[in-house]
């Protein structure tokens, strides 16, 4: 199957500052990357769903102002949670897909804490 | 709209056991279905699929087949190792609508003793 990375895999931050996670599709081009969050114990929750080269989708109540996606190629997309609160902390975790696939492709995913 | 309800957890089984896990679904048209298992500290990964009725999807001695006059998905396996412990996600997605997302039951987590 193809592989989805994520990049930090663990990051710490102080309530207020902005973290970037990014998510890499390695060997093939991912036209559409989701985004999906975690919370301890529970499943996961759709966030957005980016298409590359057009403005993300969010889900109702995510707010697009806090969790800026960026889907500037066909192989990286970028979610950034700008002025991190303690509430943000969670499990982050993209997954991709083409065309060619009938099958998500999951990352290892992103643990944020933040302090 | 659609959804995924899967049996509360935990499942907690000995060795060589055999394990059930109900997932039953809503939707109004024709879904893929999946199963995906989380080990700990770990993605999500696929484990099974099933893409039309009556499909059966089969993987490392897992199996589920795709039920839709029970609208169900349910996960099986004969015998349980202790490796097989982790989170077990049921989720559909209408492939025939590019790009879109899965849609996830609340994960039943299995812990298999020796």
């Known amino acids: 199957g193809a592989v989805v990375s994520q990049h930090p895999s663990r990051v710490i931050c102080k309530s207020g500052t902005s973290v970037k996670i990014e998510c890499r599709s390695l060997?093939?081009?991912?036209?559409?990357m989701f985004w999906y969050r975690q919370f301890p114990k529970q499943s996961l929750m759709l966030m957005a769903t980016s298409n590359e080269g057009s403005k993300a989708t969010y889900e109702q109540g995510v707010e697009k102002d806090k969790f800026l996606i960026n889907h500037a190629s066909l192989t990286l997309s970028t979610l950034t949670v700008t002025s991190a609160h303690p509430e943000d902390s969670s499990f982050y975790i993209c997954s991709a897909t083409s065309g060619r696939y009938n099958e998500q492709f999951f990352g290892p995913g992103t643990r944020l804490t933040v302090l | 709209g659609d959804s995924v309800t899967q049996m509360e957890g935990p499942v907690t089984l000995s060795e060589e056991a055999f394990l059930t896990i109900n997932c039953t679904y809503t939707?109004?048209?024709?879904?893929?279905l999946f199963w995906y298992v989380q080990y700990p500290g770990e993605g999500l990964q696929l484990l099974l699929k099933?893409?039309?009725?009556?499909d059966k999807g089969s993987n490392k001695g897992f199996e589920a087949t795709y039920r839709k006059e029970t609208t169900s998905f349910h996960l099986e396996k004969g015998s349980v190792q202790v490796s097989d412990s982790a989170v077990y996600f049921c989720?559909?997605?209408?492939?025939?609508?590019?790009?879109?997302?899965?849609?996830f039951g609340k994960g039943t987590t299995l812990s298999v003793s020796s």
């Open positions: 939707a109004t048209g024709y879904p893929s």
């Open positions: 099933a893409t039309k009725a009556d």
């Open positions: 989720a559909l997605s209408d492939l025939a609508q590019a790009g879109t997302a899965l849609i």
């Open positions: 060997d093939f081009q991912a036209t559409t």
